[in-house]
């Protein structure tokens, strides 16, 4: 984040709507919405933007999948997104989606200035497109020549008529960016990979599609009405059509944004194509560019099929918000990938907000109580603690360049020093003690030292924990506010009069029962811990007769579609496959290989319908590429291929 500007503009990277929110998008939000909370407790005027990204073939596939329209679909998953977000007390300004009438209007006025500035041209591009990461990838960067180098999911060979936007134009203006802002990307490390692709692999982009309709029109006056826009120009444009780019421009003196938050997966299009349409349009470029890492479960990479995805939502109700968002914001360095497991999240709870944090909020209770009926005054703290206010004086004097500097975990780590200096304080001069040899002053001074460093600690940890420390604001009787900000962390005075208010434990100690079963894996425990929030289906026995069962939702994983065969050729040297290419309704045949040559004869299978899995991830046989999988059965009188039982519509699914 920029220093003291008024306008302070965050981000966080639309969602796709292919899938519910998992802890990566609860991270990103989060940490957004902890730069928020803090840059208004400051006294900036502050904007907090997150949505959703709807368009595109990944969402186009998803809803066909579920029987869905694509909008069908984006209103159901956007309306979970938010509703989470809603839940967590995510403080946005605005909750865009690139459905939205305005944001399309924008992004077609964006394409305008970009082609009659002379970067947009027509030409086709021929090449490899994961769906997934909607990405293109040229051969050379492919895995074992088919697989995508980020998700290593099969890629889809395009070749159709696109526009292309001159990204190489760009290269020495990026290069000049990046070295005249050593900032602008977070954390500094990722910039030689942003840098070092600038230089080397620089090419122009291909911003519009044709084999799909799923998108943003191209504006009229291009006449173009196959073409759809590429799903990162669209999605990108949001941080300025949310803005009223391209509309009423209502917001755009909150532009450029100070800091855009990413995962380190996409930062290749906040930090390159970003900037570089932004120059296109002659628009100020972003002051930050963030990348945080991945999370994984266990040490292991979180994913559907494993079955071992983290829902914030389940962690949050099971363990509390506050905590979850103590826990993602202390324990991971931001860039760095860090590991989600309980054994961590509990050792927070209770070390951290148990031991320090709750636990001085009970001993201020308990000796405000005891010995001064809770009302306590500073009035000799200075006196008799200069020492210790100093102490914490100079951290709190460093804290905010670990903001600026996106070191969140470093900025909590010192917020505890305070915390360790008044429990300290405590053991060292024995109020108690003090009390018995009737040294009142010198205990109420105690006592108020503890409380004003709680105090300002509560300041500091509102954007993290903003329940919690509501809590303990109360009882200190203290209001979370720009005023007070001012007062005890700017300049660093103390409350005059405190009266203390007793309230419940704020982290009650988690058991270590949860933890001490070792035949009870992680994600067993957790599952029984939020069993409440458990769909019925999920109880349901997993296996009927001997076999696996699996929900509807794993059916639909695979699509079957019917297609035609138009061409059939032996291939040389196997005496089992056939090569066919086969008519799935889609703007290209498919090539797919097929051990069958032992039962049909190529010459007799063209024109005839078969059965394919369509979404099966390519391969290669014998030096050909296969794309996907004949349905046959076989048994001892031979194998036949399962057709429709009348011929059916090219490409209908079956389901
Ligand atoms: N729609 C694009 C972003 C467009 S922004 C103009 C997109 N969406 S996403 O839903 O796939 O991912 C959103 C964010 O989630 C990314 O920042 C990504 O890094 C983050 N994460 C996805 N999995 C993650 C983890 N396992 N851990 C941490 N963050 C991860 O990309």
Redesign the pocket.
Known sequence: MQKSCKNVYITT????VNDIA????A??TIIADMLARYSRLVGHNTYLLTGT?EHGQKIAQSAEARGKTPKEYADEISGKFRALWDDFDISYDQFIRTTDENHKVGVQKAFSKMFEKGDIYKGEYEGFYCVPCETFYPESQLVDEQFCPECARATILVKEESYFFKLSKYEDKLLKWYEDNPDCILPRAKKNEIVNFVKNELKDLSISRTSFDWGVKLPESMNEPRHVMYVWLD??L?YTTALGYGTDEKNMDFWPANIHL?????LRFHAIYWPAFLMSLDLPLPKHIAA?G??TRDGEK?SKSKGNVVNPKEVADAYGLDAFRYFLLREVPFGQDGDFSQKALINRINSDLGNDLGNLLNRIIGMSGKYFNFNVSSKDVEKFHKKELDEVNTIIDSLESYIYNMQINKYLEEIWKTLSIANKAITDYEPWNLMKENKEDEAMALVALITNIMSKASLLLDSVMPHKIKDIASSLGIEISTENYNKLIIEKKLIDDIKITKVDALFPRIEEVLLSQPEVSDVTVLQKDVSKYESKEELEPLELDGLNLITIDNFFETTIKIGTIVEANEVPKSSKLLILKVDLGENRTRQILAGIKEFYSASELIGTQACVVANLKPVKLMGYLSEGMLLAAKDEDGLSLIRPEKPKKIGTKIS
């Not at 998992?22 to 998008?25: L, S, T």
């Not at 990413?262 to 996409?266: L, R, T």
């Open positions: 990277p639309i969602y796709y998992h802890i990566g998008h991270y990103t990204d999605a990108l949001n990413v995962g380190k997966d996409i945080h991945w999370w979180m």
